[in-house]
């Protein structure tokens, strides 16, 4: 079983910027390659697909509504993935959730997430 635990959520004004941490626990997690991936879901909305990263960093890829504001990195010595979120916007305002992929091959869609943290709350202020 792979255990995600995600921080640095908040309340930030418009424009700014905050960096999601997303850290990785557990034996599978060890003993496999896992891609790695951010969702987000507003009240009312379906949680949809951020950013994800590949086992390896090579690959990225990120929703278009996203694209040129949101970075997303890991550091396989410490098992965490970041989501560098800059000039933030009042619609970025949502729960975002830490997910993980297993396998070399880097998928956005949800169903191949297999593991999830309890996700960590976003709020932009206009």
């Known amino acids: 079983q792979v255990q995600l635990v995600e921080s640095g959520g908040g309340l930030v004004q418009a424009g700014g910027s905050l960096r999601l941490s997303c850290e990785a626990s557990?034996?599978?997690?060890?003993?496999?390659?896992?891609?790695m991936g951010w969702f987000r879901q507003d009240p009312g909305r379906e949680r949809e697909f951020v950013a994800a990263?590949?086992?390896?960093?090579?690959?990225?890829y990120y929703a278009d509504t996203v694209k040129g504001r949101f970075t997303i990195s890991r550091d396989s010595a410490k098992n965490t993935a970041y989501l560098q979120m800059n000039n933030l916007k009042p619609e970025d305002t949502a729960v975002y959730y830490c997910?993980?992929?297993?396998?070399?091959?880097?998928?956005?869609?949800?169903?191949?997430?297999?593991?999830w943290g309890q996700g960590t709350q976003v709020t932009v202020s206009s």
């Open positions: 997910a993980a992929q297993r396998g070399v091959a880097l998928s956005r869609r949800m169903v191949d997430f297999s593991s």
């Open positions: 557990g034996r599978a997690f060890s003993s496999y390659n896992y891609g």
């Open positions: 990263i590949s086992w390896s960093g090579a690959i990225t």
